[in-house]
């Protein structure tokens, strides 16, 4: 499978992100502790808002651990949001455009899982995409497909409903080609502004997914701990795993929930997809 993070807050180094935590996504990339895969080294991406609206995407089909570019761009590029992932390939090709995070205007998006039976629901899965849609998808995974089904669903108006219909859908069409159980799934969006990020399985168990808990409590909690003071009171994480082994500083998103966070502030609903 893969592994993911997303970062809101101020701005911070993408090296403090990826490379410096004792669990970094990198170390990550060859040590999973949490993943259906030990390694992660079928290519990585990061997303991140800058000056602009549109976020910038950078993207290899080379392992995180072994890119020297990531290197030289984590260590000079800062952001306020930032999106990352290591991709451990179920079966598509190992390419920079099924590579993530993958991006339609100014919004990002991220998948950790599988849908079970695939290749018998792609043309169905792709039928439904609306017209205007369709020409963007560029790669061959079925985390892209979920993309802009949600996007046709109705993303840009309301994330938590469209992917609620987007993976009822899924669902409702692998059962038609004789999969009960088709998706398995952490996904994480974003329109610059907010995350929302999803934890749900046809199976009722999820793959790993957690939240920080709020800085303000952890900096007193840690009062010598220098990269606490060096993050807004809003800084927050959503990560595929623990970035480390602060106590007290994760917190398990329950299965079949939506995080969404705006700022400093966080709400959890649950999550049910809805069928066609």
Known sequence: MCRWLAYSGSPVLLEDLLFKPRNSLVVQSKHSKLGATTTNGDGFGVGWYGARDIPGVFRSTEPAWNDRNLQELSALASSRRVFAHIRASTGSAVQQTNCHPFRHDRWL?????MLSGYPAMKRDLAMAVEPALFNQIEGSTDSEMM???ALTFGLLDDPPAAVARAVGFVEATGRHHGVEQPVQ????????DTTWAFRYSSVGASRSLFHSTDVSTLRAQYPDNPVLHDLSDDARLVVSEPLGDLRGAWREVPEASCLIVHGGQEELRP???VQP
Not at 109 to 113: D, E, L, T, V
């Open 185 to 192: 799934m952490t996904v994480a969006t974003t329109d610059g």
């Open 109 to 113: 998006w991220m998948h950790n899982g």
């Open 271 to 273: 999550f049910t997809p």
């Open 147 to 149: 993309f802009f089904l």
